[in-house]
């Protein structure tokens, strides 16, 4: 009697032997480390032949954190955007055909040095991305989506491949925060011209959006024991327009929709100055004194709003305002803003930020503030956010124990114009074309400040001369793409010749996403 083993064994060999022989394909010399990747990773290594990406190809992602699926999802989402190609996940289904793998694993390798990191090996027959968290998986899968190239190979068999070149990429970002700004408080920007945004800044690997939602000219955020902060307050804009404001619903979408690409939301209640849209809405509010009298502001004019600081009235409504937002802010930070209180006498100012960071506290948040709240007594906790030629009471900060955030705006403000003949845009921080943008390291740019003191860089775009997307991304693109590589990547990888002609092989993702970018003279777009 022939034993079942021996049949069962007798059946898989006849099986394998049916079957017919894969052809193995001859690729064309690939060179993995020659793609435009931006930002430029840590490490790059090419075995110069190709993973043929096609509709056989599955992603699998780590059982051991439910986390990764969501990524996998997301990777299979923008290749089909890409390729039309539709990749299944996890598939369980024994009749849709594998040929290739793509793994997204979780790993605790001591290699992966920072929650960020991520290991990238592709090879002919699989990819392997391992990382420590589902975030740094997600930044690894930005580097692969740059890796899948924009033509097919329509020859090698008798459908189309993408052929993504194979070798390693090791990378861990250089700071671990990486943000941009989008002020919404000048003019209103919809969810979606917001999600569009953040779209594109996770393509780059930021890791945070700072929300400037209120200012003179406008209180952008619904806050539901005070009312008439949006029924006033939202009701206009920079220029006289109609204004408008984020319910929580909207503002809960929008952190809901940051966090599926690993970004978090920081919002901001700029104050005591910039308060005008506030103290409109509820005159209780207002300083007195030296600080104009509140009315609906269209202007572009800053520093002549304040906060009474000595009315316990107005800690209980800010008290109401920031519990009411970091109830729906699921990342670590409150801003409290703090620039440009110009009519509010500094021992004033001084006693206001020391309570408002408190009440910060209270409702589980770190204050992040412009560099003027570092005049005051603050805790190591707080943030100090660099934005301004006076870096000393930061660097006494960061002596203190508070980190820094560096937005240097002669070097990082979004909203200044590149050149004389830029259409949008303001002048007073001086013009920044896209190489004075990208030409500088923050370590050497501001004295005195230790680089282990630096959080992390943030370009805000601040909208008194913008109101819509196109508008935004003229001002923001190419050169928000250039703080990307600024946060992300070494010092001593960054170069502007080799980066600029990597910026200008982006049109192709540019153009798939409808970014109205500023089509700079310094970059060979190649068109
Ligand atoms: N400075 C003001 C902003 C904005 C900006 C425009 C800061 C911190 C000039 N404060 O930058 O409100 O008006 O470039």
Redesign the pocket.
């Known amino acids: 009697m022939i034993s079942r083993v021996v049949l069962v064994f007798v059946a898989i060999i006849s099986l394998v032997a049916c079957q017919p022989k894969k052809k193995e394909i001859n690729f064309p010399k690939t060179d993995l480390t020659q793609v435009a990747l931006i930002p430029k990773p840590l490490k790059t290594i090419a075995t110069n032949s190709a993973f043929a990406l096609d509709g056989e190809t599955a992603i699998y992602t780590s059982t051991t954190d439910a986390n990764f699926e969501a990524v996998g999802q997301f990777l299979s989402q923008k290749i089909k955007k890409k390729t039309g190609l539709d990749l299944g996940v996890n598939p369980t289904d024994g009749d849709t055909p594998v040929e290739r793998v793509v793994y997204i694993n979780q790993s605790d390798s001591e290699e992966l040095s920072t929650p960020e990191s991520y290991q990238l090996y592709v090879k002919k027959d699989s990819i392997f991305l391992n990382a420590k968290t589902a975030a740094g998986a997600f930044r690894g899968i930005q580097t692969l989506r740059q890796l899948i190239p924009e033509q097919t190979n329509d020859t090698l068999t008798d459908h189309p491949l993408w052929l993504i070149p194979t070798g390693k990429v090791l990378d861990e970002p250089r700071y671990g925060y990486r943000a941009s700004m989008l ?1 919404v408080a000048r003019h209103f920007f919809t969810v979606d011209e917001v999600k569009k945004y953040l779209d594109i800044l996770a393509y780059y690997k930021f890791n945070a959006l700072h929300l400037h939602l209120s ?1 003179d000219q406008g209180w952008r955020i619904e806050i539901k024991s005070w009312p008439k902060l949006t029924e006033v307050g939202g009701a206009s804009e920079v220029g006289g327009g109609e204004g408008g404001f984020y319910t929580q619903e909207d503002y809960k979408e929008l952190v809901a929709y940051a966090a599926e690409r690993h970004i978090i939301i920081i919002p901001e209640i700029d104050m005591p100055g ?1 308060t005008n849209a506030a103290s409109l809405s509820y005159p209780f509010l207002h300083a007195g004194g030296k600080a104009d009298k509140p009315r609906v502001r269209t202007d572009m004019l ?1 520093g002549y709003s304040s906060f009474h600081t000595r009315k316990d009235t107005v800690y209980a409504f800010l008290d109401d305002v920031i519990r009411e937002i970091a109830a729906i802010t699921p990342g670590p930070y409150f801003h409290i803003g703090g ?2 209180s110009h009519v509010t006498k500094k021992k004033d100012y001084i006693h206001f930020v020391e309570k408002v960071e408190k009440i910060v506290h209270k409702h589980g948040k770190q204050a992040i503030g ?1 560099n003027e709240i570092a005049q005051a007594k603050i805790s190591p906790s707080s943030v100090v956010q660099l ?1 301004n030629d006076e870096p000393h009471d930061a660097i006494n900060a960061a002596k203190n124990g508070s980190k820094i955030i560096v937005s240097s ?1 002669k070097k990082m ?1 979004l ?1 200044m114009k590149y050149d004389s003949i830029s259409e949008y845009g ?1 002048t ?2 001086g013009m920044i074309p896209v190489d004075v943008g990208y030409n500088w390291d923050p370590k050497t740019y501001i004295k005195d400040l230790p680089e282990e003191s630096v959080l992390g860089i943030e370009a ?1 775009l ?1 909208s ?1 001369t913008i109101s819509n997307s196109a508008e935004l991304e003229y001002l923001a693109f190419p050169r928000v793409i250039g703080y990307a590589e600024l946060g992300w990547s070494r010092a001593e990888n960054r170069d502007w010749e080799d980066y600029k002609v990597r910026l200008a092989k982006q049109v192709p993702y540019m153009k798939r996403m409808d970014i109205k970018y500023y089509p700079t003279k310094l970059v060979d777009w190649g068109e």
């Open positions: 002020d200012d910039h800053v620039d440009e412009w934005w705006a403000y909203d303001l007073w921080a805000p601040w008194e």
